[in-house]
């Protein structure tokens, strides 16, 4: 009887504590929202005058970071800045990911595919916004944290797939918006394949430990494709399995 009351007792102080945290996380996933917007407002040249979509910053004040990184504290997820993930990846600045979400231009009925799951916060954030999300991760024990994250927080439009994403996900596929989270020199043409007549392609493109340009392929006809580069940016390497 006393464990049972010891047991409820903590099971209370603890469901307090991550009240208490989430209280502060509301405040701080507001602030950078406002940061997110404030930035694009101040420089157009990246997204023009209309900036970011409310439906894009408002799935970026409901999807909760500190959730997807291993700290899980307010302060360090709702900075603007890029955060360690382990097994030597990162999890991009909000910003940035806010921007990809953005130039995806995905809407409700649209099935996207990413490709770079790392924490599971990007997919989250499309999650938001699209009918179906499939994403892939080479790294196993990423793959895995992802999914159970997403699992555990009812992101059940979301399908995690372990393995090489340069060939995509055919089955899961057409897709109405590919986002690739990690830099490769050219976009594998089997991301292009699958994508739909309208669709685009959203990608760091560039050497790997070095600048790359944030590039927005656009499938024009089934057999064109436009391509404009929108930033410089900085990720992690697209690595490609050995078999
Ligand atoms: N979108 C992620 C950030 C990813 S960092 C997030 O929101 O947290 C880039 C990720 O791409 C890393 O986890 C890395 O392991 C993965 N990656 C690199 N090459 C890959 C490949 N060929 N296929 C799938 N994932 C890959």
């Not at 409820?8 to 406002?34: G, I, K, N, P, Y």
């Not at 930035?39 to 979509?53: E, I, K, N």
């Not at 916004?129 to 499939?134: H, Q």
């Amino acid at each position: 009887m006393k464990m049972l009351l010891l047991l409820v007792l903590s099971m209370v102080a603890v469901a307090r504590e991550a009240t208490a945290q989430d209280a502060q996380c509301v405040r701080e996933r507001a602030a950078m929202v406002e940061t997110i917007r404030a930035y694009a407002r101040s420089d157009t040249s990246v997204l023009g005058q209309q900036g970011f979509s409310d439906r894009v910053l408002e799935a970026m004040g409901q999807t909760k970071r500190h959730l997807f990184i291993p700290e899980r504290s307010c302060s360090i997820a709702y900075a603007d800045r890029p955060n360690p993930i382990g097994h030597g990846q990162t999890i991009s600045q909000p910003f940035i990911v806010a921007l990809m979400t953005q130039l995806a231009e995905v809407a409700p009925d649209h099935v996207v595919l990413e490709v770079g799951t790392g924490s599971g916060y990007q997919a989250a954030i499309l999650a938001h916004l699209a009918r179906k999300v499939c994403t892939i991760e080479i790294v196993p024990p990423l793959a895995e944290a992802a999914a159970k994250a997403l699992r555990d927080h009812a992101y059940d439009n979301v399908s995690v797939r372990l393995g090489d994403g340069f060939g995509g996900w055919p089955e899961c596929g057409p897709f109405d918006a590919v986002v690739v989270t990690a830099a490769l020199g050219q976009p594998p043409p089997p991301l292009i394949e699958q994508l739909k007549v309208g669709g685009r392609l959203v990608m760091p493109v560039g050497p790997a430990y070095s600048t790359q340009h944030l590039t927005v392929v656009e499938k024009i006809a089934s057999d064109r494709t436009t391509t404009r580069a929108v930033a410089l940016v900085r990720f992690v390497p697209f690595t490609r399995s050995q078999n």
